[in-house]
């Protein structure tokens, strides 16, 4: 392909892209499916790739999720919540072993992994273990205050079991596909547009003027890392884990930790297989590097640290009950 017609195309893609990214992530009504999204911005970084001249701060390749929501409070995250790197294949898992081993010249590394909840992710922010505010992701630097919402989903500690002076905590906030399946019916039943996925249900409910909403709408929350901390001193990503779970904060079971690829891969073809058994919807799972020494050391990009990486699965597709729409799950 000519500079000229890659540069016409990366346009098509960018606008294209960000007319999807405004419906995801400010309108909670996807129009495409996940995969399909995943194939668009696939295709764009391979085109800036091959022609860097291309390449621009502005692009959605660039940039995490989208801007606030009109009619919320904003929030300044003190650290920017960022996005993921995504793999597709297992060799893109080696490879990304190979980039973390090589910038770290031999030192011996661990990886933690988890799964990857399909959720929304959001930030808690706790001053002497009271909780005083929370956020939405937005576009990594500013957030929407979504604190009384938050206070809703009974499984969000208001005080933690210790009072650490400054702890802000993120997480993933979702929907059972239980409490999906009861909301979307009794949607049907007053003829209201039924959510697309359990995803968009809780990015929905969540993102909410009105607490009172969010409230009856059954959310749930997974807690998976620290985001900012005074007065703690944590040495490593599965200490930290056990911590939010010593504090109250829920804490998903199924992380573990390996030394080998070859174990985090393993692992991953686990999960792909059982993924179903879950009672929410996981996309994929997460590898952390587990030294926080080593995540600073390896430090990030403007959308994605360089020490983690999401192993993301194939879609399937699934026939759901209401009213026979296809969902990408
Ligand atoms: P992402 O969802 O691929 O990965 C980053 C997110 O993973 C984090 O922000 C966090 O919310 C979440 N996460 C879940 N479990 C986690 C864990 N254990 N540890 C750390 N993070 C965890 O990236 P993104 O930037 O949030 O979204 C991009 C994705 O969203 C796309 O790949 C696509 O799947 C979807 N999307 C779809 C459309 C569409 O139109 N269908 C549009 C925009 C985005």
Known sequence: MELKEAGKRVLELRREIEEHNYNYYVMD????GDAEYDRLMLELTALEQQFPDLLSEHSPTQRVGGKPKEGFTTVTHRVP??????????????DFDRRVRGALAGEEVNYVVELKIDGLAVSLFYENGLFQRGATRGDGE?????????KTIR?????????????????????????FRRLNKSREAEDQPLFANPRNAAAGSLRQLDPRITSSRQLSAFIYAVGYYEGVSLSGHEEALRYLQDLGFPVSRYYRKFADIEEVLAYCRDWEARRFELPFAIDGL???VDSLEQQLKLGATAKSPRWSIAYKFPPEQAVTKVKDIIINV
């Open 286 to 288: 997460v590898i952390k």
């Open 29 to 32: 009504n996807p129009v495409i």
């Open 155 to 179: 499984s969000l500690s208001l005080q933690l079991k210790e009072a650490v002076p400054v702890l802000e905590v993120r997480g993933e906030v979702y929907m059972s596909g239980e409490a």
């Open 81 to 94: 919540m960022l996005s993921l790197a995504n793999s597709f294949s297992e060799q893109e898992l080696k």
């Open 142 to 150: 500013t957030g929407e205050d979504i604190t009384e919402n938050l």
